[in-house]
């Protein structure tokens, strides 16, 4: 991450330093050619102004006109002088007779039409430019005057040595800086990630980084509960199938070495056929437990009517409560959720079946439906209730209260979990009511 900063930040000081230096020198040159046209018109105005040409035109002594321009030849500014056909009268540079027609230049053209001309001719061979200002005369005759300057392309090949002596100067104070403040940007981040475990409180350095170091922190935990809860899953599934699985193999071992009394023989197989479905519910619910963390069932809901569905589960489960001597009521508001039918008549069932499970001999359960601020569903017990310390830990995976009880009932531990689930799933809200020895009563908020 460090050489990748610190190149990007050289690449950036790379191109900001030839960008720079193209645009200035693109805007110096255009300001030298604009002063160039500048001082061309003031030359070109002057000479006009003294009349010298124009009376040795008049007099008819244009092969007598001394070389009055001299000065001006020493600054590289020739003057030439043209007749209304293109003949060159005077040049303070060359001789006339050396020089071709002139009425082709597109200054003198513009010159003898408009009063004025400009234009701007390049020798590549000597990388020059050479600038041209024409006036026509009042007598018609057109005065030129000029001057060779390097071309933009030429300005710059010769300003490369300075350029990149820049460069390089620019790129060593750059290098010193990208590592500096890289050091300086990585430093709480290095520092974050060094103090992982125990960043409560910890500066990141920069207000900026403050969400940023939340999140990841935020993130570790959620990350770290996820592997403790993942390692605790996995010692208590491994427990949990065990007992069954040893039962199962000593009953089956007695059997096998005809070891059991005629008369034991049903009793051993009742509890091999009961652990066995004990290890099938157990892995049944493992299996239910796994879809609900993966499937997004937020698609399927539609409008159901809750009292109709709890009456429906309620009945379905009153075999059961009949065995365990414990009467189950269902009633209430007829109240319409988004739901899946699946999820909800789980839902309902885990709670119901868990309430029978826990009661006591001629105990009651009742299923109640209401809207308080929403539809309410009300699973409440006169069993044997939940402690007040343990109550937090109810919707745990495998938790049980009375263990002994659990077992007895075929419970696997997991039932208020998924209902838990599928609370979340939901979006709804769960609440525990509870007092030892008086029963429990518990509330989905949809």
Same mark, same amino acid.
């Given at each position: 991450?460090? !050489? +990748?900063?610190?190149?990007?930040?050289?690449?950036?000081?790379?191109?900001?330093?030839?960008?720079?230096?193209?645009? /200035? /020198?693109?805007?110096?040159?255009?300001?030298?050619?604009?002063?160039? !046209?500048?001082?061309?018109?003031?030359?070109?105005?002057? $000479?006009?102004?003294?009349?010298?040409?124009? *009376?040795?035109?008049?007099?008819?002594?244009?092969?007598? /006109?001394? @070389?009055? &321009?001299?000065?001006? +030849?020493?600054?590289?500014?020739? #003057?030439?002088?043209?007749?209304?056909?293109?003949? #060159?009268?005077?040049?303070?540079?060359?001789?006339?007779?050396?020089?071709?027609?002139?009425?082709?230049?597109?200054?003198?053209?513009?010159?003898?039409?408009?009063?004025?001309? !400009?234009?701007?001719?390049?020798? @590549?061979?000597?990388?020059?430019?050479?600038?041209?200002?024409?006036?026509?005369?009042?007598?018609?005759?057109?005065?030129?005057?000029?001057?060779?300057?390097?071309?933009?392309?030429?300005? &710059?090949? %010769?300003?490369?040595?300075?350029?990149?002596?820049?460069?390089?100067?620019?790129?060593?104070?750059?290098?010193?800086? *990208?590592?500096?403040?890289?050091?300086?940007?990585?430093?709480?981040?290095?520092?974050?990630?060094?103090?992982?475990?125990?960043?409560?409180?910890?500066?990141?350095?920069?207000?900026?980084?403050?969400? &940023?170091?939340?999140?990841?922190? *935020?993130?570790? =935990?959620?990350?770290?509960?996820?592997?403790?809860?993942?390692?605790?899953?996995?010692?208590?599934?491994?427990?949990?199938?065990?007992?069954?699985?040893?039962?199962?193999?000593?009953?089956?071992?007695?059997?096998?070495?005809?070891?059991?009394?005629?008369?034991?023989?049903?009793?051993?197989? +009742?509890?091999?056929?009961?652990?066995?479905?004990?290890?099938?519910?157990?892995?049944?619910?493992? /299996?239910?437990?796994?879809?609900?963390?993966?499937?997004?069932?937020?698609?399927?809901?539609?409008?159901?009517?809750?009292?109709?569905?709890?009456? =429906? #589960?309620?009945?379905?489960?009153? $075999?059961?409560?009949?065995?365990?001597?414990? %009467?189950?009521?269902?009633?209430?508001?007829? =109240?319409?959720?988004?739901?899946?039918?699946?999820?909800?008549?789980?839902? $309902? *069932?885990?709670?119901?079946?868990?309430?029978?499970?826990?009661?006591?001999?001629?105990?009651?359960?009742?299923?109640?439906?209401?809207?308080?601020?929403?539809?309410?569903?009300?699973?409440?017990?006169?069993?044997?209730?939940?402690?007040?310390? #343990?109550?937090?830990?109810?919707?745990?995976?495998?938790?049980?209260? @009375?263990?002994?009880?659990?077992?007895?009932?075929?419970?696997?531990?997991?039932?208020?979990?998924?209902?838990?689930?599928?609370? =979340?799933?939901?979006?709804?809200?769960?609440?525990?009511?509870?007092?030892?020895?008086?029963?429990?009563? $518990?509330?989905?908020?949809?």
């Amino acid at each position: 991450m460090k !050489q +990748k900063i610190n190149s990007r930040l050289l690449i950036i000081a790379l191109i900001a330093i030839f960008s720079t230096t193209i645009g /200035i /020198i693109y805007v110096c040159y255009n300001s030298f050619e604009t002063q160039i !046209q500048k001082d061309l018109k003031i030359h070109g105005e002057i $000479i006009q102004e003294t009349g010298v040409l124009q *009376s040795y035109y008049a007099n008819g002594n244009v092969d007598e /006109i001394p @070389d009055l &321009f001299k000065d001006l +030849k020493n600054e590289n500014v020739r #003057v030439t002088w043209i007749d209304k056909d293109g003949t #060159v009268l005077y040049d303070n540079d060359l001789d006339v007779n050396q020089l071709k027609n002139h009425l082709d230049r597109p200054e003198i053209q513009q010159a003898l039409s408009e009063g004025v001309g !400009q234009s701007t001719r390049q020798s @590549d061979s000597l990388k020059m430019n050479t600038y041209y200002y024409a006036i026509r005369l009042e007598d018609g005759t057109v005065l030129r005057v000029s001057i060779m300057a390097k071309t933009i392309i030429s300005v &710059f090949i %010769s300003t490369i040595p300075y350029i990149v002596l820049s460069i390089l100067l620019i790129l060593m104070v750059c290098f010193v800086l *990208s590592h500096y403040l890289t050091r300086q940007l990585l430093e709480p981040i290095d520092t974050m990630a060094e103090n992982l475990e125990d960043s409560i409180g910890l500066d990141p350095g920069y207000k900026e980084l403050i969400p &940023f170091a939340n999140k990841i922190r *935020s993130q570790h =935990e959620k990350i770290i509960m996820a592997a403790k809860s993942r390692q605790d899953f996995t010692a208590n599934v491994s427990h949990e199938l065990k007992t069954p699985l040893t039962a199962i193999s000593g009953y089956a071992e007695l059997i096998e070495n005809k070891m059991v009394p005629a008369n034991q023989e049903v009793y051993f197989a +009742k509890q091999i056929r009961e652990n066995a479905n004990r290890l099938l519910n157990l892995i049944n619910d493992i /299996i239910r437990l796994s879809e609900l963390d993966h499937t997004k069932i937020h698609s399927d809901f539609v409008s159901l009517h809750l009292l109709e569905e709890a009456k =429906e #589960v309620c009945s379905t489960l009153q $075999i059961n409560a009949q065995k365990k001597n414990v %009467s189950l009521v269902c009633y209430g508001s007829d =109240e319409v959720i988004l739901s899946n039918k699946e999820l909800l008549k789980e839902l $309902i *069932s885990n709670l119901v079946q868990n309430a029978i499970q826990y009661n006591n001999e001629n105990g009651k359960v009742v299923v109640h439906i209401y809207n308080e601020n929403g539809a309410v569903l009300s699973v409440k017990d006169n069993g044997i209730g939940i402690p007040k310390n #343990v109550q937090n830990r109810v919707f745990e995976r495998f938790y049980r209260v @009375d263990k002994s009880r659990s077992r007895q009932t075929g419970g696997t531990g997991l039932g208020l979990a998924i209902v838990k689930h599928i609370v =979340e799933i939901h979006d709804a809200h769960i609440e525990l009511i509870s007092e030892e020895g008086k029963g429990c009563e $518990i509330i989905v908020r949809f």
